[in-house]
Every structure is written in C-alpha cells, then in structure tokens.
C-alpha cells in the first residue's frame, strides 16, 4: 500500500483540517443561546441563524480549514427506528419557530458555498462519522463540532477530533484520544458499550438502573466487552448482578444501535467539501434577506481576508483577485485532495491505496 501524502500545512505549521458540523444539534444551541428577541422588521425569528453563522465564522477563524460541511438529519425515521421503540421519544416539543430557522440556515450555507450533507434512513451523526473516516483514512485531520456525546466513539488519534458544544454558541472543549478517555473514563472505541450500559436519555435509551457512568466504565474496562462482561456476573455484586442480569435484552438494544454508521452512501466526498466558490452578490442578499447586517460585515471581511476560500469568480469578495491568503501565506489546495475516491473503509488497514501525487 502506497501510504496517503500528507496534508498541507496551514500558516502555523500545523495541517489545516476539514471540519464537520451537526447542524441540528448546533441550532438547537444557538436557539436557545440568544433571546428570540431577535427577529426582523417583519417579525420573523432569527436568533438561530444569528448564533449558527456566529459559530461557523468562529470556527472558520480559529481553525483556517481547507473544508467545512454542515449534516442535517433528513425529516422522517432511521433503522434505529426499526430496531428501538419509540427512539428518541419522549423530548421537548421544538419551538414553533425553529423548524423554520433550518431552512434559513441551510440557505445561508448555500449562499456561502459550504456543503450541507443528509442521507435518507441515517441521522447527521452517521454522515459525520462517513465524512470522517473518509478523511481520516486518507491522512487528513478532522474537527468534529457537536453537541451529542455519541460522537466521542469518532475520536482516532492523530487524525480525528471532536469539538464539544458545552453550552451556549462558545463554550467549547476539544477532545483527544487521551480527552475522552479523562472525560468518560474509557477510550473512545469502548464508549459505545459504556453507553449501552449507562443509557442515554437524550435518544430515549434507558441503560441499567444503577449504573452510572463511572460504574459503566469500570466494567467495560476490566472485562472488556459486553460477553465477557455477562459470562462474569457470578463476580459482581448482587444487586449489579440482578440489574445487569434483568436489563441484559436492553444492553444489547442500545449496543446495536448507539454505534454510528462510517459507510452511508453518500453523494460527496471529503474533496467536495473545500471552502470556495461562493458568489459575492448571493451571499449578500442571503443576509440582507434575513436583516443581517452585522453578521454579513463579519463575513465579508472573511472573505476578503480569504478565510472562505475563492469565489466563484475568483478570488477575494472585493476585486477578484486570484490568490487566497491567510495571515500573509499563501493557502495552497493540500495533497491529500489528490488521493482518489475509494469506498469508505471502517479501519485505517482496508483504506485504498494512495497513488503517488
């Protein structure tokens, strides 16, 4: 196997990564983040697009990354419907007027040029977890910005991290291998069998009454794997015995469906996701459109700046200058870019073969 060239370096030496966004999870944070006192003359609600597009030109700041995507979850179920009774049942109504801001925000992404990807049967997460190991398995570095825990299972040293929304649209914590491990107290491959045990209220996934998370990951830990866990009960406590003993069906549900899904057929590939090829004139009108003025100031300068790549026209948002620049360095297209298509592997060892570039 030829091995995958390297990625570009970004101004501070470092390789620029892709950066995956779950868009339903951010709204939700943006929305209730920022009062929904903010609406337009016409008194159309717009607090969400406000703190999403805040979060993404924060991103795009702080990270310089060659290409950013945003996944959203297609209306309708997954196979996870199929499998669990009432999944992700028993939430909070959404407000009435954040459906709405979806569109919104995924219209300003068009106009922005940055790609929003879904797949019909998946959740956002498993669009993520595909994009991911796509790059992963051809060398490049990987930010993953969620609110959802199940994404900590991505997390693949050197090349996959994930960005954690805390709480609001800038409390952040970036995790490592060696993150999540302090975090959930397992590395990131056990954490969807810590999961299992544990549950996870937030998808209507009751876990084992009695096992928190510290317990979860103790067990996971010394035993394993979920087999060897229930071929060593006779070791347990009693009353952890009983549990795990009476609750072994639920296990087992929640196993085969809190893993996210690396290989969804999709109809991108990590070199569609580029930052580019925006039109200066539709931007503008996405924001003005929705009263943004403040907002679209900031992302004009961006893209003079060439933190968006080149449009469409080439070159910068005021004079269609060819070259794209960040702190005075030129921004080139990285390597890994020319690695052709392969069919998404789930383990580094069955990735393609990289020609040479």
Aim: charged share 25%; hydrophobic share 40%; proline share 8%.
């Amino acid at each position: 196997m030829t091995p995958t060239p390297p990625p570009a370096p970004a101004p501070g030496g470092e390789a620029r990564p892709l950066i995956l966004l779950d868009g339903m999870s951010l709204a939700f944070r943006a929305y209730f983040a920022l009062p929904d006192t903010l609406k337009t003359s016409a008194g159309v609600t717009t607090n969400a697009v406000h703190g999403f597009t805040s979060m993404v030109l924060n991103l795009i700041r702080d990270h310089r990354p060659v290409g950013l995507a945003v996944a959203f979850d297609l209306p309708g179920g997954t196979f996870r419907d199929d499998i669990v009774d009432d999944y992700k049942g028993g939430r909070d109504e959404t407000p009435a007027d954040l459906p709405p801001q979806f569109d919104m925000i995924r219209d300003v992404l068009e106009a922005l040029a940055i790609p929003v990807v879904s797949a019909e049967g998946f959740e956002a997460d498993d669009v993520l977890a595909t994009l991911a190991s796509e790059a992963r398995d051809r060398g490049h570095p990987v930010i993953i910005v969620t609110g959802d825990r199940d994404s900590y299972q991505l997390v693949e040293d050197p090349f996959i991290r994930v960005l954690y929304n805390r709480r609001g649209v800038s409390d952040y914590a970036l995790y490592d291998e060696a993150g999540i491990q302090e975090r959930t107290g397992v590395l990131p491959p056990k954490y969807p069998l810590l999961a299992a045990l544990r549950g996870d209220p937030s998808d209507n996934l009751p876990g084992v009454p009695g096992v928190g998370e510290k317990t979860a990951a103790k067990l996971i830990n010394e035993y394993g794997d979920l087999d060897t866990l229930y071929a060593h009960l006779d070791a347990l406590s009693p009353k952890l015995r009983q549990n795990l003993a009476e609750h072994a069906e639920r296990v087992r549900i929640n196993a085969e469906v809190i893993p996210l899904v690396r290989d969804v057929p999709l109809d991108v590939h990590v070199d569609d996701l580029v930052l580019g090829g925006w039109r200066h004139e539709d931007a503008r009108k996405a924001f003005a459109e929705l009263e943004m003025r403040g907002a679209w100031g900031r992302f004009e300068s961006a893209m003079k700046d060439g933190m968006l790549g080149a449009s469409a026209e080439g070159g910068g948002a005021d004079d269609g200058a060819a070259a794209r620049e960040v702190t005075g360095e030129a921004m080139e297209e990285p390597d890994w870019l020319l690695v052709p298509d392969c069919t998404v592997p789930t383990s580094v060892p069955s990735a393609c073969a990289a020609t040479s570039v």
